[in-house]
Structures are given as structure tokens and as C-alpha cells.
């Protein structure tokens, strides 16, 4: 009888202790992560940012921020930049740890296309002068400041003559603009041409600096 009854006490002082502490600290609150993200148009490629927006409960602070680009790259800490080898959906997933040690993390499917658009339609002129036209379109959710077209001009043997370049500006969301390039020196040895966007200025929410970029390639 007297064990029975202290391994009564003994449980009750145990449910009574339990319920001290989870008043005493209450429900483990994690991090919220959450994140934007913008095309980035400084290479003219399928470049983008990925802004963390994560918050921390009370007394604590975003201390590590981890980011998966849902492409099959290796994650990076902290640097939301990234540069995609082709259009597509992506599940980016960002994972944040706060001071106390505690994380939170969310995937979001991430539309990832070239957000100024040359379309396929475009023509080579020869004569004078030597002038390639066409339609780029902004298929970003945001207004794009200015956008710069280059062609590059060749010869029969695919050797590269001359350049030209325009600058376009203010292109809305969707926006269909028409552009002519003409070639920056004449020469009657052209015979093609290629055209594409060099680069573009996106108006993000949140806009970044952008990374240093080899431009050695051309």
C-alpha cells in the first residue's frame, strides 16, 4: 500500500512538473522563412535574386541563411544569387537558423525564363544601311528600366565584322516593343547576324548590386 501510494505522488509530481515547464516556456516558436525573388539582367542571362524576408520571434535574430536552387547545384549560405542553365519551374528552398539554434524553412516553385524576350521573328537588311529588326517583349512580372539589344554582324566564313546596339526603356510587364539595330561600320562582306539581349535593368522590389561577371567570353 505505502508503494503504491508514493508511486502515485511520484506521478503526479511528475505531470505537475511537466505542466509547470511547458507553462514556464511555452510552444517552441521557430523562425519563419520566407523569400522574393527578381531577374537579374546585368549579364543578360538567366540570372536571378533571391531576397530572404525570413523574421525571428522575439529576442532572437536570422543568424544563418542557407539557400537550394532547386537545380541540382550544391547550397550556398547567405548569397541569394544564382544563374540558371535554362528556363523552367524550379523548388527553391531556403532554410534560415535563428541565435537560439532553432530553423525554419519553405520551398516555393520558382518560374525561372529570360525576362526580356527577343522573339525568333527578327530580320537581317543588307544594303545601307546593314540593319536587323524585330519584337523584344517583357515577360517579367515587373517593369524592366531599359533593356539593350546587340547584333553582331558576320562574313560568309562566320567572322564577326561589326556591332550595333539600342537601348530600349520603360517596358511594362508584358510589353511587346519593335527595335532596329543597324551595324556600326558598313561593309558589303556581311552576310548574317546574330541578335540577342545584352543586357536589362529590372524594377525590383528589393534590387541588389550585381556580382562580378566574366565577360570574356563575349
Known sequence: MIG????????VAGLLGALA????????????ADFTWCPDGFAGALDYWFTSTSTAQAGSWIDEIAWEFGDGTPAVEWDGWHRYAGEG???????????????????????VAMAAFIHSTWKLTLGWPVRVTGIV?????YRLDAVVVKAKFYDTNGIRIT????????????????????????????FHATVDVDSFIVDCPNRWLHPAVDEGGE
Open 163 to 190: 556591332d550595333g546596339a539600342v537601348t530600349i526603356d520603360d517596358m511594362d510587364s508584358g510589353e511587346k516593343v519593335a527595335f532596329s539595330v543597324d551595324a556600326s561600320e558598313y561593309s558589303a562582306r556581311i
Open 21 to 32: 515547464l511547458a507553462g514556464c516556456f511555452g510552444p517552441v516558436e521557430r523562425p519563419i
Open 89 to 111: 519551374t524550379y523548388a527553391v528552398t531556403l532554410t534560415v537558423k535563428d541565435s537560439r539554434g532553432l530553423s525554419g524553412t519553405v520551398t516555393k516553385q520558382v518560374p
Open 137 to 141: 517583349e517583357n515577360r517579367s512580372d
Open 4 to 11: 503504491s501510494r508514493f508511486r502515485r505522488v511520484v506521478l
